[in-house]
T-cell receptor, first 114, second 112 residues
Framework: NAGVTQTPKFQVLKTGQSMTLQCAQD?????MSWYRQDPGMGLRLIHY???????DQGEVPNGYNVSRSTTEDFPLRLLSAAPSQTSVYFC?????????????FGPGTRLTVL | AQSVTQLDSQVPVFEEAPVELRCNYS??????LFWYVQYPNQGLQLLLK??????LVKGINGFEAEFNKSQTSFHLRKPSVHISDTAEYFC??????????FGAGTRLTVKP
């Protein structure tokens, strides 16, 4: 199993540009989520999904969109990038049920918005 | 609002010394508790978790943590650290099925 994969690893955008961060998992996990990591703030939940076709907002959803058309994929879209979105983005997935509380994380995407 | 507080942003310690990384959380309901480790330029890896049962939880790499419900704490300990333990450690609390909050992280630096 590849686990949770994310592409790209690095990205530089100009203010106002849009892009999609890709996330895929091959563990048949129902729950997937996106976090951003900023210095001194830990990880903050952006959006999450409990299954294909179901998404919901987390703690910091503004400026981001998600969709979940398949169990495997959970892309994160930046509609109009802003410097405040400069961050490291992590995708995570987990099973449902009691054991689903363990999340498996991808390697991250480091995004810089100029 | 739910919150997770890691009381130390940086902890320097000498090799083979014991270490404790502190974590407190706000809650009036049952929670699930986690510690994750992040090595440089990598994602997070689960160290240990508390779901129910014994309040002393053992994890990988010799780490353990103790859940204290009355103090709403979940401190991480290791009796003897190695250089390879140098990393950032995150405490996380799941308040319900979909609300997981992370602390700001503690950077552990082990010196020779």
């Amino acid at each position: 199993n590849a686990g949770v994969t994310q592409t790209p690893k690095f990205q530089v955008l100009k203010t106002g540009q849009s892009m999609t961060l890709q996330c895929a998992q091959d563990m048949n996990h129902e729950y997937m989520s996106w976090y951003r990591q900023d210095p001194g703030m830990g990880l903050r939940l952006i959006h999450y999904s409990v299954g294909a076709g179901i998404t919901d907002q987390g703690e910091v959803p503004n400026g981001y969109n998600v969709s979940r058309s398949t169990t495997e994929d959970f892309p994160l879209r930046l509609l109009s990038a802003a410097p405040s979105q400069t961050s490291v983005y992590f995708c995570a997935s987990s099973y449902r049920g009691l054991s689903y509380n363990e999340q498996f994380f991808g390697p991250g995407t480091r995004l810089t918005v100029l | 609002a739910q919150s997770v507080t890691q009381l130390d942003s940086q902890v320097p310690v000498f090799e083979e010394a014991p270490v404790e990384l502190r974590c407190n959380y706000s809650s009036s309901v049952s929670v699930y508790l986690f510690w994750y480790v992040q090595y440089p330029n990598q994602g997070l890896q689960l160290l240990l978790k508390y779901l129910s049962g014994s309040t002393l939880v053992k994890g990988i790499n010799g780490f353990e943590a103790e859940f204290n419900k009355s103090q709403t704490s979940f401190h991480l300990r290791k009796p003897s650290v190695h250089i390879s333990d140098t990393a950032e450690y995150f405490c996380a609390v799941r308040y319900n099925n979909n609300d997981m909050r992370f602390g700001a992280g503690t950077r552990l630096t082990v010196k020779p």
